[in-house]
Antibody, heavy 118, light 107 residues
Framework: EVQLVESGGGLVQSGGSLRLSCAAS????????LSWVRQAPGKGLEWVAN????????YYVDSVEGRFTISRDNAKNSLYLQMNSLRAEDTAVYYC???????????WGQGSLVTVSS | EIVLTQSPATLSLSPGDRATLSCRAS??????LAWYQQKPGQAPRLLIY???NRATGIPARFSGSGSGTDFTLTIGSLEPEDFAVYYC?????????FGQGTRLEIK
């Protein structure tokens, strides 16, 4: 089955760290750019970060630059998001996704909730 | 950063009606615009990419149009399962941005 499954979310205190993982199956993982997109409770979508097929290029939205790190392990078909110096405004459901057609998410995970308490 | 403004915020229609959703960009995004559908508790689903191309498995009642700064998503005849929130998204410039969403609700 073609799918992405996130894990690693939870409750963390402000200033703390958390690492999200995204496990892929059923498709050629190493062929895709990958992304993290988040959605604060009751709010819209925000694109957080992108990573090239081989990890050589990474892009971040300004609000997480310097605090979050996107990475991947193609041998393990896995995507990661290391989140440091977390703030209350980082509270959201975090979705991993495959990026196709130059910049759209075609396959989404089910999401992982990160709650940052102040 | 390119700002996408969707209108209306909420659209109240009945099954069988035609729905027209708008997305306006703060600067030209050429045709690099997509539409997603999101139902409560679910991840978004890609409907339309590059303004007018339906993604795999998307019914023909969904169509997209526009270029530059003005875009439209049309749902030809609403089915009960179409009532959801719809987002537009541009890939023309980094950061990739989304509109704030249009909620399509049953009248």
């Amino acid at each position: 089955e073609v799918q992405l499954v996130e894990s690693g979310g939870g409750l963390v205190q402000s200033g703390g760290s958390l690492r999200l993982s995204c496990a892929a199956s059923g498709f050629n993982f190493s062929s895709y750019w990958l992304s993290w997109v988040r959605q604060a409770p009751g709010k819209g979508l925000e694109w957080v970060a992108n990573i090239h097929q081989d990890g050589s290029e990474k892009y971040y939205v300004d609000s997480v630059e310097g605090r979050f790190t996107i990475s991947r392990d193609n041998a393990k078909n896995s995507l990661y998001l290391q989140m440091n110096s977390l703030r209350a405004e980082d509270t959201a459901v975090y979705y991993c996704g495959t990026v196709g057609w130059g910049g759209y998410v075609g396959l989404w995970g089910q999401g992982s909730l990160v709650t940052v308490s102040s | 950063e390119i700002v996408l403004t969707q209108s209306p915020a909420t659209l109240s229609l009945s099954p069988g009606d035609r729905a027209t959703l708008s997305c306006r960009a703060s600067q030209s995004v050429s045709n690099y615009l997509a539409w997603y559908q999101q139902k409560p508790g679910q991840a978004p689903r890609l409907l339309i990419y590059d303004s007018s191309n339906r993604a795999t498995g998307i019914p023909a009642r969904f169509s997209g149009s526009g270029s530059g700064t003005d875009f439209t998503l049309t749902i030809g005849s609403l089915e009960p399962e179409d009532f959801a929130v719809y987002y537009c998204q541009q890939r023309s410039n980094w950061p990739i941005t989304f509109g704030q969403g249009t909620r399509l609700e049953i009248k």
